[in-house]
């Protein structure tokens, strides 16, 4: 069964850096897409970032672009999100979830695996 564990999360003051891993384990193909959502106290969820597995294409959201860097593990199964010049707005619970069909997309509906999300918290 193919699963994502995050962890990662914290609590760091404004202008500092995390960098979030998300550890996948089962079955495991080379067209998935990782993304990065994060969803903030009494917000929806929002997307992040996307990697595709397939080629190492990368998409951000505006809010991400230039502070937030999403790669992939020499081992191949962990993918990272680097957060640099946090925010207290970054605030978030962050979760990565697997598009097993690489659309490629932030829908949410085209994603089927999701993370259990880990907690970052980013003090002013």
């Known amino acids: 069964q193919f699963q994502l564990v995050e962890s990662g999360g914290g609590l760091v003051q404004a202008g500092g850096s995390l960098r979030l891993s998300c550890d996948a384990s089962?079955?495991?193909?080379?067209?998935?897409?990782i993304g990065w959502f994060r969803q903030a106290p009494g917000k929806g969820r929002e997307g992040g970032s996307l990697?595709?597995?397939?080629?190492?294409?990368?998409r951000y959201a505006d809010f991400a672009k230039g502070r937030f860097t999403t790669t992939r593990g020499n081992a191949g199964y962990t993918v990272y999100l680097q957060m640099n010049k946090l925010t207290p707005e970054d605030t978030a619970a962050y979760y990565c979830?697997?598009?097993?069909?690489?659309?490629?997309?932030?829908?949410?509906?085209?994603?089927?695996?999701w993370g259990q999300g880990t907690q970052v918290t980013v003090s002013s």
């Open positions: 089962g079955f495991f193909f080379q067209n998935y897409v």
């Open positions: 990697l595709s597995l397939a080629d190492s294409s990368v």
């Open positions: 979830a697997a598009d097993l069909y690489g659309h490629f997309t932030f829908d949410e509906d085209k994603f089927s695996t």
